[in-house]
């Protein structure tokens, strides 16, 4: 009886290690061979601090955080230097504090840090929805999740499944044609619909970028404000709120920190393009494309190839004229485009409607060649 229970103890024992075994060889969330630059959006929600941690010993010269805006638009490793991207989707302005804060407690080599003015996630003003971090060390749960879970092992086998049909998935993509699925008709008004607040949630706001402000003095770091290029119908939207006030002094407030300020939310060539045509710059009216991101790249990272007619930087001796320069080309193009303006306000805002979930493919063989020439520039398309 002895020489079976020790039987069965040595089967559980090498079933485990079989299990573990086999994933760490499929490795299904990339994490024991860590990408040279990290992409924390690609991660499962539950396994952003463990992904953290899992890139830890690589080294890095930059580290860009934020929201949904950022995922969908700062999210390709094309710059010469090493680049964390930290943004993760459906995020609130403390827990992109807290994990900026852990990632550079982890990264002292990180003297630039590209921080987002994201206006969607500030009138969000979401709750924290990251579980507490406990330690930058692997713990007992950690490695559980890494070589043991049920969920990982689903995972890897479908990981392995999808290896095996590898020939079969080829020749079906032989004839896929690639593209990008825009959602021209989704509305955010519900941003705005508690917005009589609007003094209270300043207030916040600009104790939160204070506060961002301050990480980046403490470990002597370059902090580059960054406002990502909405589209003007969301802009125009924006101006009719009680929020555009805000907004003006989020610009002002930060302009006498004398930080870098890059600010692409004004009306130009690029922001009032229809979600409707054949544009790749827009998935929806607050989250511009990686292809409108490279163009940013460029302006960020200050390349030969940046479009001074795509942004406007602030200063605190520019800044109200800055400020009155983007009003009125806004109020101008409210004047000229009240039809388009009616139409899309007649839309209706509800995540389960027809309207917000209402979608079109715009290929990428139909690009033009302004947009076109973006694309041959940098091979992460």
Do not use: W
């Amino acid at each position: 009886m002895k020489s079976k229970n020790i039987g069965f103890i040595l089967l559980i024992i090498i079933c485990l290690l079989g299990i573990a075994l086999f994933n760490y060889k499929m490795d299904p969330f990339e994490l024991f061979n860590p990408r040279q630059n990290l992409m924390l959006f690609q991660s499962p929600r539950d396994l952003i601090h463990l992904t953290l941690k899992m890139h830890k010993k690589e080294k890095y010269d930059y580290v860009i955080c934020g929201g949904s805006t950022n995922t969908n638009m700062l999210n390709l490793p094309i710059t010469k230097k090493k680049t964390a991207i930290v943004s993760i989707n459906d995020i609130c302005y403390p827990d992109i504090k807290d994990i900026l804060v852990i990632f550079l407690n982890m990264h002292p080599e990180v003297k630039t840090i590209i921080f987002p003015v994201d206006y969607a996630a500030f009138m969000a003003a979401g709750e924290k929805t990251l579980p507490v971090y406990s330690s930058d060390k692997l713990n007992i749960n950690d490695i559980n999740k890494l070589l043991l879970a049920t969920d990982t092992t689903k995972l890897s086998i479908k990981k392995f499944l999808h290896k095996i049909s590898k020939q079969k998935e080829i020749n079906h993509n032989h004839n896929h044609r690639p593209g990008m699925e825009v959602f021209p008709k989704r509305k955010y008004y519900s941003l705005f619909e508690k917005q009589e607040e609007r003094t209270y949630l300043e207030g916040k706001i600009l104790q939160e970028l204070d506060e961002i402000n301050n990480i980046a003095e403490r470990r002597n770091a370059e902090i580059i404000y960054f406002i990502a290029p909405y589209n003007a119908l969301f802009l125009a939207e924006i101006y009719n709120s009680p929020f555009y006030t805000c907004t003006k002094n989020i610009k002002r407030f930060l302009a006498q920190k004398n930080s870098k300020i890059i600010d692409m939310a004004f009306i130009n060539k690029n922001t009032t393009q229809s979600l409707f045509d054949n544009t790749y710059f827009y998935r929806d009216v607050i989250h511009p494309s990686s292809l409108y991101g490279a163009l940013a790249y460029d302006i960020i990272f200050d390349t030969a190839n940046k479009d001074s007619d795509l942004y406007m930087e602030i200063t605190k001796d520019n800044v109200e004229t800055v400020l009155k320069k983007q009003e009125n080309l806004l109020k101008e193009y409210i004047r000229t485009h009240k039809d388009i303006i009616s139409e899309y306000e007649s839309f209706d805002n509800r995540i389960n409607s027809h309207d917000f979930n209402y979608s079109q493919m715009h290929y990428y063989d139909n690009m033009n060649s302004y947009e076109s020439s973006i694309v041959s520039r940098y091979s992460s398309f």
